[in-house]
């Protein structure tokens, strides 16, 4: 998205920056991995496909993105978001870097981009993903049989803002 497309998130663990032409060799291995597809839904692309979906992420008004960490705007009205992470390399996994990394690109929606609301849909099969929202205070709100998905949900409030930043006390900056 062109609003954060300079925008760099340090965390205590992890780095967050937004997704560049340099990045898409790696991300597009990291998309080959079955696994990888099966947990987040994901259907593998051609590298000139992925080029082209990382331009659309640049140029993009409507999503967000640090690294493999998403927002997606889903409704401006109530400031809803869809948020979701990956941690693809498998040595990263296990190490709560993708909690940082997703409260990291939350904190960075609540307090840049104004969102009230934030939506996490994970495959079933995916119950790291879903505890790790669970633990973060979101709570279920649907699930989809025919998409294999539950639909998690976290109003944003002061206090779980406050709490988001305590844990982590992120620097956002330009670079």
């Given amino acids: 998205m062109r609003i954060n497309s300079?925008?760099?998130?340090?965390?205590?663990?992890?780095?967050?920056?937004?997704?560049?032409?340099?990045h898409v060799p790696k991300y597009h291995e990291w998309m080959k991995s079955e696994e990888l597809q099966k947990l987040t839904a994901s259907e593998p692309l051609t590298l000139?496909?992925?080029?082209?979906?990382?331009?659309s992420w640049r140029d993009d008004e409507d999503k967000s993105m640090i690294g493999d960490t998403n927002i997606f705007i889903i409704n401006k009205d109530t400031a809803t978001a869809e948020i979701e992470i990956m941690i693809a390399e498998e040595s990263a996994r296990g190490k709560?870097?993708?909690?940082?990394?997703v409260i990291a690109m939350m904190f960075y929606g609540i307090k840049y981009i104004g969102v009230r609301i934030y939506?996490?849909?994970?495959?079933f099969v995916n119950e790291v993903s879903i505890?790790?929202?669970k633990k973060l205070g979101f709570l279920e709100q649907s699930r989809s049989e025919v998409f294999?998905?539950?639909?998690?949900?976290?109003s944003?409030?002061?206090d779980w803002t406050e709490s988001l930043n305590r844990q982590f006390n992120f620097e956002i900056q330009n670079y």
């Fill in 131 to 133: 505890n790790m929202f």
């Fill in 156 to 158: 944003v409030s002061a």
């Fill in 119 to 123: 939506q996490a849909k994970i495959s």
């Fill in 48 to 55: 000139d496909e992925e080029y082209k979906m990382q331009k």
């Fill in 148 to 154: 294999q998905e539950i639909t998690l949900e976290k």
């Fill in 6 to 22: 300079n925008t760099l998130i340090n965390g205590l663990n992890v780095v967050l920056v937004p997704y560049r032409d340099y």
């Fill in 96 to 101: 709560k870097l993708g909690s940082e990394a």
